[in-house]
């Protein structure tokens, strides 16, 4: 919306800020790389690949070290500029609908096939429909 002298007015409450939008992109994306490289480390996880490597584990190791404390700063930074728009009940209403269905969808979407996996490798043998039946 432009304002009489032809300029954008400046509402600093809803300005974007694109330098935590990187920052949750790169964190996120170190966290992808974080997780594939559990296939292919010796350190425990659910599933893991037939050839494993020390040579993931020092990457690994130097992102953990501020990798979460980052996405925990960016979120606090989002709450707190989402908090400076509405009210406390409006957040809650709002972060709980976008916070919930994806928590539901993983929960029954895909977590199931994870345990599935997980358990064929370990050595049971079952049909995924059975394993549904018997309650993940």
Same mark, same amino acid.
């Given at each position: 919306?432009?304002? %009489?002298?032809?300029?954008?007015?400046i509402?600093?409450?809803?300005?974007?800020?694109?330098?935590?939008?990187?920052?949750?992109?790169?964190?996120?994306g170190?966290?992808?790389?974080?997780?594939?490289?559990?296939f292919?480390?010796?350190?425990?996880?659910?599933? %893991?690949?037939?050839v494993?490597?020390h040579?993931?584990?020092?990457?690994?190791?130097?992102?953990?070290?501020?990798?979460?404390?980052?996405?925990?700063m960016?979120?606090?930074?989002?709450?707190?500029?989402?908090?400076g728009?509405?009210?406390?009940a409006?957040?809650?209403g709002?972060?709980?609908v976008?916070?919930?269905?994806?928590?539901?969808?993983?929960?029954?979407?895909?977590v199931?096939?994870?345990?599935?996996?997980?358990?064929l490798?370990?050595?049971?043998?079952?049909?995924?429909?059975?394993?549904?039946?018997?309650?993940?």
């Amino acid at each position: 919306m432009e304002s %009489k002298s032809g300029q954008f007015p400046i509402n600093p409450t809803h300005v974007r800020r694109y330098d935590l939008d990187w920052l949750r992109v790169i964190a996120f994306g170190i966290l992808i790389f974080y997780h594939v490289g559990m296939f292919f480390n010796y350190w425990e996880w659910h599933v %893991k690949n037939n050839v494993l490597t020390h040579a993931v584990e020092w990457p690994m190791r130097f992102s953990s070290q501020w990798r979460m404390s980052l996405l925990f700063m960016i979120s606090g930074a989002g709450v707190y500029f989402a908090l400076g728009n509405r009210g406390a009940a409006a957040f809650l209403g709002e972060r709980f609908v976008r916070i919930f269905v994806p928590l539901a969808f993983g929960m029954f979407v895909i977590v199931p096939p994870q345990i599935f996996f997980e358990r064929l490798t370990q050595g049971q043998t079952y049909d995924y429909g059975g394993f549904l039946q018997n309650g993940v």
